[in-house]
């Protein structure tokens, strides 16, 4: 290292990759919300020793306790970390320190037990998202090292829960105002070229369908509820159809997003259902997600009067529905100077050009897009096996971020700097097509 040029960037990453398994160690796994702690406690030291400022945010232990009432109380930490420069503009980072369960029987190795094999680190979060943690982590390490300062100051949250409702996690650290700053990078929802500028929202139901109950050996007495559901499903399939065709967005990068509807995720009959009893009551999930240039309120009015249209065809369909969640679609226009920065630096380092994209899942972007309206984009490494056995993450990939991450620190001042106005490769963007 001291042989290196003054303020040239030079990522370590022996220190990265030692940060990394530290982290995947520690099985914070998600559901219950293992290790937090620790983990938290881990992690604002990594800040410290990568010169910020630290500190843990703890979620009062009424609260877990009132959301998880029965049970073993698995307490829940945000890591809030910041550098000041003294700089016109904040920049926020954002990582999730939960994973989600592993076996170990399908794994090489365990999935605590992290492993580098021919350049991969292996073990669960390797891929999502310790890795891009101990990515973000060492840019910020490397941009201090290299003596000239970012042009931004940082701000960085570490925050758990994403992989179940990030209801302790970015939606607290959101709601409790405790984000300053002007915009977000999510450090996950786009690898390579792709870079995330927006996901389709959701929209969950329960639908109940009633029935009669009666004895298995005398069905005509009641009233199937299963029988009469599946009158409903099949309608939905046609309804889902007829949003395909109805409500599209055309992506930045040209792909086309549609709404969709995933019915029955979760189907249970009700009231005790046994096989020698007419089931009595169902319940089935239906999942609706909403493209950026939907309204959320139109779509949920839709498939209640949609559902109300079948009710009055099919003789006797007595149907409850019941909405359990909604986010929001969110989109931050590829075309704004944050993003176009990020793109043009990720084109120098990695040689491709970049691609602005929606997903179609939803992630934490919306928390920092849609609640706290901050130009948004998510970005980090891609990995192999993400929530699967032998999850794992090319260190070389690992270290492209991280200086990804670094350039854009030193080189982006803010929107001013670029300018609001759009002027070469101007990416097009069609909000909506064919609705
Ligand atoms: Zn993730």
Redesign the pocket.
Same mark, same amino acid.
């Given at each position: 290292m001291s042989a290196e040029a003054p303020n040239t960037l030079a990522i370590d990453r022996e220190a990265m990759v030692h940060r990394a398994a530290e982290l995947i160690r520690l099985s914070t796994i998600n559901p219950p919300g293992n290790r937090y702690l620790e983990c938290a406690r881990l992690l604002a030291r990594q800040c410290r020793e990568a010169g910020m400022k630290a500190r843990i945010v703890r979620i009062p232990d009424e609260a877990v306790r009132r959301r998880f009432p029965d049970g073993k109380l698995y307490p829940r930490a945000i890591v809030l970390a910041r550098w000041d420069v003294g700089a016109r503009r904040t920049v926020h980072f954002n990582g999730?320190y939960d994973v989600v369960p592993a076996a170990s029987e399908g794994w090489r190795f365990g999935p605590f037990e992290p492993r580098l094999e021919d350049g991969w680190l292996y073990g669960r979060g390797a891929a999502?998202?310790k890795g891009a943690i101990a990515s973000l982590l060492e840019a910020v390490s490397a941009v201090r090292r290299s003596g000239a300062g970012p042009a931004v100051n940082v701000e960085v949250s570490f925050t758990p829960d &994403? &992989?179940t409702d990030s209801v302790f996690g970015a939606q607290w650290l959101v709601a409790e105002r405790l984000v300053r700053a002007d915009y977000a990078i999510i450090c &996950?929802g786009g690898h390579g070229s792709r870079i995330g500028c927006g996901h389709n929202g959701v929209l969950w139901f329960e639908v109940e369908v009633r029935g009669k109950a009666a004895h298995g050996s005398q069905p005509r007495e009641g009233v199937n509820a299963v029988e009469q559901m599946s009158r409903l499903v099949i309608e939905l399939t046609d309804y889902a159809r007829q949003l395909e065709r109805q409500h599209r967005f055309r992506n930045p990068d040209g792909r086309l997003r549609t709404a969709t509807i995933n019915v029955g995720g979760v189907t249970t009959t009700l009231d005790g259902a046994k096989i020698n009893t007419v089931p009595a009551g169902v319940m089935f999930t239906v999942d609706r997600r909403v493209v950026p240039s939907e309204s959320i309120e139109e779509a949920e009015a839709d498939f209640r009067a949609f559902v109300r249209g079948v009710c009055r065809r099919v003789r006797g369909l007595d149907v409850e529905v019941r909405k359990i969640d909604e986010h929001a679609a969110t989109y931050t226009d590829p075309r704004h100077p944050f993003l176009r920065k990020f793109g043009s630096i990720l084109e120098k380092v990695c040689g491709e050009r970049p691609r602005f994209t929606v997903s179609s899942g939803f992630?934490d972007s919306f928390f920092f897009a849609g609640e706290a309206g901050l130009p948004t984009l998510g970005w980090g490494p891609g990995g192999e096996n993400?929530h699967g056995d032998d999850e794992r993450v090319q260190v070389a990939e690992l270290a492209r971020v991280a200086e990804v991450y670094a350039r854009f620190l030193r080189e982006f001042a803010g929107a001013g700097e670029a300018g609001a106005a759009v002027a070469e490769r101007q990416v097009t963007v069609e909000r909506s097509v064919g609705s």
């Open positions: 999730h999502d998202m &994403e &992989e &996950e992630n993400c």
